[in-house]
């Protein structure tokens, strides 16, 4: 991050802000919560913060970062004479202070444990506005806000604490958060393809599945801004919905793979004769992919759709063939669905 962020150029005789806004702004504190003055003081206090040869590795980072595995070696670097040791006042807070103490004196502010508060109930339990907006509007669940902040502050700033806090709240298991959450790109595509079953890496289809993450407006470790994806509605519009309706139901197209035909076994295995009804189906393939609570309207699509399929069984190779092609056809349209996409 000092690369990206330019601290390598922040020098104590010539400070570049970059790094300091971004803390407080994008990391830390979120907009309206520092000044102008602020983002100078802590600038200054991260001056001399740079890696091991900074021009060879401002080349290096341009050419490598998208490279497989992250090869790439950093190393950390102060240069004390770079430094400015000038008293500096950061947040109310005056001293001679160096990134360390900048570091500290964020992390106590009320505004921090809010800021990351809210990030972390947008990644775990429900979509909230994108960041922007957040200054101007209120949490969607200020208590959830609240109980998250307390489990911060009672623990030495600790996100540990706070993600303990969240994972055995109320408002974590509550049908409310239940599919309150658009899946990432990522999230879509990964979780797709464990369903499938074994994947090789590397193997087309991580390479497949890398382009399908970036048509879908995720590309991986390619963040539209140093800020990253917004998330939350920002991931559908009717192109990336297009790509990720083709994407699943193409990963899930094939019986003979080892994750779709478990879950095919595992269908035929949720009665207890050789054969079920296309209602039965459609059921069983909800509760195996998820389960998933479906609408009642997607639900009865899925079941007027599998119905040309009457009674089906699979006491032979023709009859096992027509259930497999049935299954698939079935698991294919439940990931179209708007409810596969949430989380």
């Given at each position: ?255 003979n793979k080892v994750g779709v035909r478990d879950i095919i076994e595992r269908i035929k295995a949720s009665v207890g004769s050789g054969l079920m009804s296309s209602d039965d189906l459609v059921d069983a393939c909800l509760d195996i992919l998820g389960p ?12 007027n759709y599998a119905a040309k399929y009457g009674e089906l069984s699979w006491g032979s190779d023709d009859a096992s063939s027509q259930f497999d092609d049935a299954a698939v ?15």
């Amino acid at each position: 991050m000092i690369m990206w962020l330019d601290n390598q150029d922040n020098h104590g005789s010539n400070i570049n802000e970059n790094f300091g806004r971004e803390i407080l702004e994008l990391f830390a504190m979120g907009v309206g919560n520092y000044s102008e003055e602020d983002i100078k003081e802590t600038a200054r206090a991260f001056t001399g913060w740079s890696v091991v040869n900074p021009d060879y590795m401002s080349i290096k980072m341009r050419n490598n970062t998208a490279r497989p595995y992250g090869y790439m070696s950093w190393q950390f670097e102060f240069d004390a004479d770079d430094h400015d040791d000038g008293e500096k006042t950061i947040l109310g807070q005056t001293g001679n202070w160096n990134g360390e103490d900048a570091v500290r004196i964020i992390c106590e502010q009320p505004a921090t444990a809010a800021f990351l508060a809210r990030h972390l109930y947008h990644f775990f339990v429900a979509d909230e506005l994108p960041v922007p907006q957040w200054p101007h509007e209120p949490p969607r669940d200020p208590e959830a806000i609240d109980l998250l902040c307390k489990a911060y502050f009672e623990d030495g700033h600790s996100i540990k604490s706070m993600l303990k806090a969240m994972f055995e709240s109320d408002f974590f298991k509550a049908d409310s958060a239940r599919f309150a959450r658009i899946k990432s790109p990522a999230e879509m595509v990964i979780g797709t393809m464990r369903l499938a079953g074994p994947v090789e890496i590397p193997s087309q289809e991580t390479y497949m599945a890398d382009a399908a993450c970036g048509n879908m407006g995720q590309g991986l470790f390619r963040p539209p801004s140093v800020e990253g994806w917004q998330g939350g509605t920002e991931w559908i519009n009717t192109g990336s919905y297009v790509v990720r309706v083709n994407f699943a139901s193409q990963i899930l197209n094939d019986p003979n793979k080892v994750g779709v035909r478990d879950i095919i076994e595992r269908i035929k295995a949720s009665v207890g004769s050789g054969l079920m009804s296309s209602d039965d189906l459609v059921d069983a393939c909800l509760d195996i992919l998820g389960p998933l609570d479906v609408l009642d309207t997607t639900r009865s699509g899925l079941k007027n759709y599998a119905a040309k399929y009457g009674e089906l069984s699979w006491g032979s190779d023709d009859a096992s063939s027509q259930f497999d092609d049935a299954a698939v056809a079935i698991i294919q349209l439940i990931v179209t669905t708007q409810e596969y996409q949430t989380a």
